[in-house]
Structure formats: structure tokens, C-alpha cells
């Protein structure tokens, strides 16, 4: 892609709400455009890194055997009733009614919908266990939308939903989930931490919220700093290495503000490991029983005949917020640099441009047509402007490698960047072969 034909309006005048680093950048690199109070839209540059967050979630999501599926994003308040929800849930639900008057709502979570789906699907345990998903808009009439897309009224969720006969199943459904998050976020270059969370109005006994580090992040955490160190690799999705990791993490206190006791953490962990710090929540999973199967009565008959109403987890993935966690995680001395997986391009190619002298912008062209024929996603900056506004205006965008076409370089030899570290000089070959690693 040719810088000067790709569509990232570039705003300088920030709106006086943006407060966080991310909200800045993003509006400032044309990621995301405010439609209105909580609402975005996404820019080409956003929505394609958005796009690759999902693509691994999804990724990790298949590797547990979760199926994916598409649900709706307007449901009908009935089920909502049937389960006890409809008046519970309050204000954040945005209620609507159709021409024949029906009760509608945007869906904020899809509970009811699921369990709706699976009670008139499935009646023998014997399809059983279950684990689906969907990535999909939800709403939620936030009252105060703020930071951007971090916490907005509009966001794209991963939203997953486990079915299982017994309290025993549900709990490995759970920690295969746990075992898909860490992966997800760690291929997405964060390091997440579990922690012991309430449930809030999804309910249930037993839940974690993943939270990755970041001063700007709105829940309070307390946690001993050795959880760190867990060896994440080392576990595989099986449910011996599954049982071993969640009885490894729980041997570290690791909770939010709302479940945090300061005796319990002086008791707990020795001052020198004790860690209080900000953190963003990117993901949060729930087992709730028979919370919803019980009301709206989804059961299968077990191998006795008898009716058992199906144990349910739910498990979401702030898809949309992530790419701004992303941004808060990474943005550093106002340099910016995109984790390799997720990043808008691969490379950026920046010739330093000459009025009087078109080699090197013939060079970068050559380089740009030899990368794409590679496959590899590139970016030519054929804007003219200076070089220093070329190379601050692509502090901000982050692409994690640079190929810089000036004074340095020969007829196949390039200064070869990447971002935060010092720059060399190689042959073109060699550069191929870094970016396809
Ligand atoms: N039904 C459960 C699990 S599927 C559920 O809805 N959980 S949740 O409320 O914790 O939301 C899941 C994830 O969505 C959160 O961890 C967070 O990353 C993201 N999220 C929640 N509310 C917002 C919001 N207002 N703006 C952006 N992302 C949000």
C-alpha cells in the first residue's frame, strides 16, 4: 500500500475527552472516528488490526474445540424475562420495540440466547460437552463511555458459552477456556494476568478476569509479582497439564479491587513480592451452574433417564478494547510499536525524498514490488515531506520494522530498523528473510 493513497485521516485537533494515550493515538491516527457518545466507527488502519486480533482469538478458541456459530445482535426480551434479567439488568440495556410493539433489546451478553438455542437443540447428554462461541457487536448503555473504545457503549466481544453434565466437566470446560486465554494473549504480545473477580450481573460462583498491566487501566490489582514468572508454555490442553495449571496459579494471591483484603495480602505475600498496580481488563470468564438452565429450563436426560439441568460457563474477550489495551501496553517515550501479530503492516519503506533526485524513491519502489511479490504486507511512505516528520509521523503508526532508502544505503543494501532498537545495514535478502520469520 502506497502511503499517500491509503485513508487514515489524520486528526491534530484532539477532542478534549481523550484523556489516555490510546484514545489520542487512535483518533490521531485515524484508527477510529467518534459517530457519536460511546459509538465509533472503524477506520481501514483500526479495522484491519482489529481483524487480526480476532482471526487469533478465533485461532485459540478452535484449538479448545470451541465452535463457532452467529447469533444475533437484536433479541427478544422474552427469553430475558424467562430468565429473570430483563428488569435485573437496569439502564445499560438498550431497550427497543418493533412495529408490532415486541419488546427488543440490543444484546449486552447472550446468555439467554444461547441457552435458548441449546434447550430446544439438544436433549440427550450425550451431545454433551459443549463449548460455542461467537465474535459479535454488543451494546451496553454505559453511563459514562470513556477512554475511547476501551470502554464504550458499542464493542466487538468474543463471547463463548460452555455446556457440560456436571459440576466436575464444567470445571475442565473452564480451565480449557483459562488455558485459551493466556495463549490468546500472549500471541497477541501481553502478558495477562488471572485474577479472582466478582461476577456482576452475569452471576455465577466462580470467575477470573484477565487483566494486562497499564497505569491508565481502570480496575485496582493486587497481586504477588511471582504469577509472572508461571512457565505458560509448559501446560497443554489436556486435563491433567489443565488441573496442574489452575492449581499453579491459584498458589499466588492475584485479585481485583472488589475481592482485595489487606490482611489476607500481608498474610499472604511477603513485601518484597507484593505488587499494587492498574491494570486493563481484556477478558473475563464466568461459571455460573444452572443460573440460566434452571429459569429457562434447558436440561438433557442423563444416562439414568433423569432430567439434569446442564451446567453453564461463559467466557468473553473484549476484542475491540483490545486494540487499545494494546496501544496503553505498548506506547513508550511517544514511540509506538505494534506487536508483530497484529500490527497494520509488516514494514514500512521510508525514502528519504529528494526533490532534485528521484533515486531513492525509485529504490523503495523496487523494494516495495520485490516484498509485495513475497507476500509480505508492506508500506511505501511517497509522501513528500521531510524526513524527521516521516520518521515522528511513524512513531505514532508503530509498524515494528522500518526500511529507510536514504544516504546510508547502496544499490541493494538498506538500513534495516526495528523499532526500539538500533539500526543496521543489510542486503535485501537478509531483510526478506527477518520479515518472513
Ligand atoms: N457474558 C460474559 C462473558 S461472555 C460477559 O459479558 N462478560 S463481561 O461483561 O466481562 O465482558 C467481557 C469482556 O468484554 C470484558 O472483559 C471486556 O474486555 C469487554 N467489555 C465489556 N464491557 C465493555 C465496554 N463497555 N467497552 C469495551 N469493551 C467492553
Not at 179 to 200: Q, V
Not at 342 to 349: C, G, K, L, R, Y
Amino acid at each position: 500500500m502506497l502511503l499517500s493513497k491509503l485513508f487514515i485521516p489524520i486528526t491534530k485537533d484532539l477532542p478534549a475527552e481523550a484523556k489516555i494515550k490510546s484514545h489520542q493515538l487512535m483518533l490521531r491516527t485515524g484508527l477510529i472516528r467518534q459517530a457519536s457518545a460511546g459509538i465509533y466507527s472503524w477506520l481501514p488502519l483500526g479495522f484491519k488490526v482489529m481483524k487480526k486480533i480476532e482471526k487469533i482469538v478465533r485461532e485459540e478458541q478452535n484449538i479448545i474445540g470451541a465452535q463457532e456459530m452467529l447469533m444475533p445482535t437484536v433479541q427478544s426480551a422474552d427469553i430475558w424475562k424467562e430468565s429473570g434479567r430483563y428488569d435485573d439488568y437496569g439502564e445499560e440495556m438498550l431497550r427497543i420495540s418493533d412495529r408490532q410493539k415486541r419488546e427488543m433489546l440490543y444484546g449486552p451478553t447472550n446468555e439467554e440466547q444461547i441457552t435458548e438455542i441449546f434447550r430446544t437443540s439438544v436433549k440427550s447428554y450425550k451431545l454433551l460437552p459443549q463449548i460455542l462461541y461467537h465474535i459479535q457487536w454488543k451494546f451496553r448503555d454505559e453511563l459514562r463511555p470513556r477512554f475511547g473504545v476501551m470502554r464504550c457503549r458499542e464493542f466487538y466481544m468474543k463471547d463463548a458459552y460452555s455446556f457440560d453434565l456436571s459440576e466436575d466437566d464444567a470445571v475442565l470446560s473452564y480451565n480449557k477456556m483459562f488455558f485459551a486465554y493466556l495463549k490468546t494473549f500472549e500471541r497477541l504480545g501481553l502478558k495477562s494476568i488471572p485474577m479472582k473477580a466478582d461476577t456482576g450481573p452475569i452471576g455465577g460462583d466462580l470467575s477470573h478476569e484477565f487483566i494486562i498491566l497499564a497505569e491508565t487501566g481502570e480496575s485496582k490489582i493486587y497481586t504477588d509479582k511471582r504469577i509472572f514468572d508461571i512457565p505458560i508454555n509448559n501446560y497443554k490442553n489436556e486435563n491433567n497439564s489443565l488441573n496442574q495449571m489452575r492449581n499453579d496459579f491459584s498458589k499466588f494471591y492475584s485479585v481485583t479491587d472488589e475481592k482485595f483484603d489487606p490482611n489476607d495480602f500481608n498474610k499472604k505475600v511477603k513485601k518484597n513480592d507484593q505488587l499494587q498496580t492498574k491494570g486493563i481488563e481484556v477478558g473475563h470468564i464466568f461459571y455460573f451452574g444452572d443460573k440460566y438452565s434452571k429459569p429457562m429450563n434447558c436440561s438433557v436426560d442423563g444416562k439414568d433417564g433423569k432430567k439434569i439441568f446442564v451446567k453453564m460457563g461463559s467466557y468473553g474477550i473484549g476484542v475491540s478494547r483490545l486494540v487499545a489495551a494494546i496501544i496503553e501496553a505498548k506506547f513508550n517515550n511517544d514511540k509506538m510499536k505494534w506487536p508483530k501479530a497484529v500490527s497494520p503492516f509488516d514494514v514500512v519503506i521510508i525514502p528519504a525524498i529528494n526533490k532534485n533526485d528521484n533515486s531513492n524513491i525509485e529504490k523503495s519502489s523496487k523494494i516495495y514490488s520485490l516484498l509485495k511479490e513475497k507476500g509480505i504486507d508492506v508500506l511505501l511512505d511517497d509522501v513528500e515531506e521531510n524526513i524527521s516528520n516521516k520518521f515522528k509521523k511513524h512513531d505514532l503508526l508503530g509498524i515494528p520494522y522500518q526500511i529507510v532508502v536514504g544516504s546510508k544505503s547502496t544499490k541493494d543494501q538498506f538500513e534495516f530498523k526495528e523499532v526500539g532498537k538500533d539500526p543496521q545495514v543489510f542486503e535485501i535478502n537478509k531483510i526478506i528473510n527477518i520479515l518472513k520469520k
